[in-house]
């Protein structure tokens, strides 16, 4: 769903609002001395005023788009850069051609700290390259919390080898690399969504799962396609297009950790 269906969600509403207004007032007219019928005619106000409220909040998010997509773009940038440097590891660990086509699955939870802060309470991450061998990496809380562990395979999926990708020796290391961007899309809507802000008072436990595709095959785009929207009272989608890059988030909110722990559908060979 992009903005433009917003709004004409946002006009039929109003319609819809305009025939309940016109009939209340029919009814006021016809039946004043009735007080069944104005009890009738408080409860279509109440309703009418929340529908209002409603779409005051849909309208001022609706102007909020473009700087919203704009502030989506770096965090993603910054995203595609971390997994493409942990392939170019992949690369010349195994000293394969240039790996042009990699997958990857992104699965975090954070907890919101008093001071504004996120952090991360888990992770599961698994990227899959594909070359002349298909190489499938993956780290996650439990097991390998601070690098990846890979499998090498034929073409034909059957096992070759196992290794680990060596530790990056920067400060922030592989697994932040990719955490990290995943920070700046929550904070990027957090400040500009006016919905979200109201979330956050709610919800303590931020669930981020993400699809992310790369195929340098495909011809780059000049201006890559962006689209927000909430898909549930405390979901949010985001789909990015440019091409080689493509890019699925979802932002689940929750009270409890337990909220956010329901498993996400890996496609990936297990």
Same mark, same amino acid.
């Given at each position: 769903?992009?903005y433009?269906?917003?709004?004409?969600?946002?006009?039929?509403?109003?319609e819809?609002?305009?025939?309940?207004y016109?009939w209340?007032?029919?009814?006021?007219?016809s039946?004043?001395?009735?007080?069944?019928?104005d009890?009738?005619?408080e409860?279509?106000?109440?309703?009418?005023?929340?529908?209002?409220?409603?779409?005051?909040?849909?309208?001022?998010s609706s102007?909020?788009?473009?700087?919203?997509?704009?502030?989506?773009?770096?965090?993603?940038?910054?995203?595609e850069?971390?997994l493409d440097?942990?392939?170019?590891?992949v690369?010349?660990?195994?000293?394969?051609?240039?790996?042009?086509?990699?997958?990857?699955?992104?699965?975090?939870?954070?907890?919101?700290?008093?001071?504004?802060g996120?952090?991360?309470e888990?992770h599961?991450i698994?990227?899959?390259?594909?070359?002349?061998?298909?190489?499938?990496?993956?780290?996650?809380?439990?097991?390998?919390y601070?690098r990846?562990?890979?499998?090498?395979?034929s073409?034909?999926y059957?096992f070759e080898?196992?290794?680990?990708?060596? %530790?990056? &020796? $920067?400060?922030?290391?592989? !697994?932040?690399?990719?955490? +990290? @961007?995943? #920070?700046?899309?929550y904070y990027?809507?957090?400040t500009?969504?006016?919905v979200?802000?109201e979330?956050?008072?709610?919800?303590?436990?931020?669930?981020?799962?993400?699809?992310?595709?790369?195929?340098l095959?495909?011809?780059?785009?000049?201006?890559?396609r962006?689209?927000?929207? %909430?898909? &549930? $009272?405390?979901?949010?989608? !985001?789909?990015?297009?440019? +091409? @080689?890059l #493509?890019?699925?988030?979802i932002l689940?909110?929750g009270?409890?950790y337990?909220?956010?722990?329901?498993?996400?559908?890996?496609?990936?060979?297990?």
């Amino acid at each position: 769903m992009d903005y433009q269906q917003s709004d004409e969600k946002s006009e039929k509403i109003s319609e819809i609002l305009k025939s309940v207004y016109d009939w209340l007032e029919k009814t006021d007219k016809s039946k004043r001395s009735n007080q069944r019928s104005d009890k009738n005619s408080e409860k279509i106000s109440d309703i009418g005023k929340r529908i209002d409220k409603w779409l005051e909040k849909t309208d001022k998010s609706s102007k909020k788009i473009p700087e919203l997509n704009s502030g989506l773009r770096f965090p993603i940038m910054q995203l595609e850069g971390a997994l493409d440097k942990i392939v170019k590891k992949v690369q010349e660990a195994t000293n394969l051609p240039e790996i042009r086509i990699y997958d990857a699955r992104v699965d975090l939870i954070f907890s919101k700290q008093d001071y504004g802060g996120l952090h991360c309470e888990s992770h599961y991450i698994k990227i899959q390259s594909y070359s002349t061998k298909i190489i499938e990496c993956y780290s996650n809380s439990r097991d390998y919390y601070d690098r990846f562990r890979c499998i090498q395979y034929s073409i034909r999926y059957i096992f070759e080898s196992a290794f680990e990708l060596p %530790k990056s &020796s $920067s400060p922030i290391n592989d !697994i932040n690399s990719i955490i +990290g @961007p995943f #920070k700046g899309i929550y904070y990027t809507l957090s400040t500009v969504d006016p919905v979200l802000k109201e979330m956050d008072e709610i919800y303590k436990y931020i669930r981020i799962y993400g699809e992310i595709s790369r195929d340098l095959n495909k011809q780059t785009m000049e201006n890559a396609r962006i689209s927000t929207h %909430k898909t &549930s $009272s405390n979901t949010y989608e !985001i789909e990015y297009d440019k +091409g @080689p890059l #493509k890019a699925r988030l979802i932002l689940v909110f929750g009270r409890y950790y337990t909220d956010v722990t329901t498993p996400f559908y890996d496609s990936f060979k297990s």
